[in-house]
């Protein structure tokens, strides 16, 4: 095996994960085009949370869990990627090794949320 290149490791979510907490890990953003798009702030105010994408979109959304894009998210759907938001390879890697469960997984607390 190549020591050099280890395989990306898996995170595990569970699927009720709120969805403020999941793309402030995951910086990733799908549009309702099926466009993912990479996240470069997140400013939550209470239930709902602006987000700036690296291509220069701002864009509101509520705190749900049920919404399209937590859906998207969680299916991984999307048709493709945005060129202008250079999302590097390691972090669609990441995102595509990222497994969500309805009974196990992190439900990504405060404090698990802000370490990095
Ligand atoms: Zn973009």
Redesign the pocket.
């Known amino acids: 095996m190549d020591k050099e290149q280890p395989p990306a490791a898996q995170h595990h979510y569970r699927k009720r994960v709120e969805l403020f907490r999941l793309i402030a890990k995951i910086k990733l953003w799908p549009?309702r085009l099926g466009?993912l798009?990479?996240i470069r702030a997140i400013e939550v105010h209470g239930a709902t949370a602006l987000i700036t994408?690296?291509?220069?979109?701002t864009l509101s959304a509520n705190n749900s869990r049920s919404s399209r894009a937590a859906r998207w998210l969680r299916n991984k759907r999307f048709i493709g990627v945005?060129?202008?938001?250079g999302i590097p390879d390691w972090k669609l890697a990441k995102y595509n090794a990222t497994r969500f469960h309805r009974h196990s997984g992190s439900q990504l607390h405060s404090q698990e949320a802000g370490r990095k």
Do not use: D
Request: hydrophobic share 15%; charged share 10%; net charge positive.
């Open positions: 549009s466009i798009h990479g994408t690296h291509c220069g979109r945005c060129g202008a938001c």
